[in-house]
Nanobody, 112 residues
Framework: QVQLVESGGGLVQTGGSLRLSCAASGSINTMGWYRQAPGKQRELVATFTSGGSANFADDVKGRFTISRNNAKNTVYLQMNSLKPEDTAVYYC?????????WGQGTQVTVSS
């Protein structure tokens, strides 16, 4: 069983930045982030494979970056130029083999 612990959410004004971190308690293959806004389905934000491939949702490209420290089993999501529509609970996830693990979620609120 792998545990994922997130940190870094909070309240920021439009145009501001936040950095989310997610540390896994064990080895993980692909890591990334989903988010879920009130009344909406959970959506993929960004992924980063252990091989170094990164992918982003269209509406965050150019604003968000994802990085990973494999030695620490930690993934980071740097969010710049934040917009009110980025407000959501952000969930870290990780996959290994056929299993997917989730963090507890961290709230990101962008005020207008």
């Amino acid at each position: 069983q792998v545990q994922l612990v997130e940190s870094g959410g909070g309240l920021v004004q439009t145009g501001g930045s936040l950095r989310l971190s997610c540390a896994a308690s064990g080895s993980i293959n692909t890591m990334g982030w989903y988010r879920q806004a009130p009344g909406k389905q959970r959506e993929l934000v960004a992924t980063f494979t252990s091989g170094g491939s990164a992918n982003f949702a269209d509406d965050v490209k150019g604003r968000f970056t994802i990085s990973r420290n494999n030695a620490k089993n930690t993934v980071y999501l740097q969010m710049n130029s934040l917009k009110p529509e980025d407000t959501a609970v952000y969930y870290c996830y990780g996959t290994t083999g056929s299993r997917t693990y989730w963090g507890q979620g961290t709230q990101v609120t962008v005020s207008s």
